[in-house]
Structure formats: C-alpha cells, structure tokens
C-alpha cells in the first residue's frame, strides 16, 4: 500500500524559510515521480513543483520558481521541498504526491494533478506576520 505522509509545515514570517519532507512508504520511491501541489482557502489545488524519478530537472509553478528547491533522497525515501522567501500568498495546505514513472517514464514537464494517484494528507504551510 502506497502512503505518503508529509511534515515541516508551521507559520513563518514573510521572508523566511520552511523545509517540507514528504515521507514515502509501500513502494520504491526509485520509479515513481513526486509532485508537490498546494490548496489555499477558497481556492483549487495548484501545481508547484515536480520531481521526477531520475532526479533531475525538476519543473517549478512560475509563483514559485527561484525560491523553491525540490529534491529526493531515494535511500531514505524522503523528498524534500525547500522554500525560501516565502510570502503570504505561499500560505495553503501543501501536498506530497506521487506517480509511477517506471516502465513508462513520467516527464514531470507537463505534470497534472489528475497524473498522480496517491497522496498524503496535507502539511499546513502559514506565511504571517
């Protein structure tokens, strides 16, 4: 069974940092490419990065590009996404979730909710003074 639990949320001033990790477990995170997307009051879901199985080239949602990192340590099936200058309108409950890219590669170019089929429950990321 496919779990996915996210941590690292809390509130931070406008400026700071927060580093989110979304833990996975009941599948090799080797062949799977993970999506982090993000839900604010009121609002749709919202892609904001992807990170595909092979590591590299990561794809960033414009609103965040330049101050969030993406990355995976498939030994300790951890992804992590590392926000930097955050601003109040970062302020959601961000979500981990993941996609098989294995035996057909997922290309994380073109990264779509409705791709991906297991998720994990939300972190609570607020951006205040």
């Known amino acids: 069974q496919l779990q996915l639990v996210e941590s690292g949320g809390g509130l931070v001033q406008p400026g700071g940092s927060l580093r989110l990790s979304c833990t996975v477990s009941?599948?090799?995170?080797?062949?799977?490419?993970i999506g982090w997307f993000r839900r604010a009051p009121g609002k749709e879901h919202e892609g904001v990065s992807c990170i595909p199985s092979s590591g590299g080239g990561s794809t960033y949602a414009d609103a965040v590009k330049g101050r969030f990192t993406a990355s995976r340590d498939n030994a300790k099936n951890t992804v992590h996404l590392q926000m930097n200058s955050l601003k109040p309108e970062d302020t959601a409950v961000y979500y981990c979730a993941a996609v098989q890219s294995y035996p057909e590669y997922y290309h994380c170019s073109r990264f779509n909710r409705a791709d991906f089929g297991s998720w994990g429950q939300g972190t609570q990321v607020t951006v205040s003074s």
């Open positions: 009941g599948f090799a995170l080797e062949y799977y490419a």
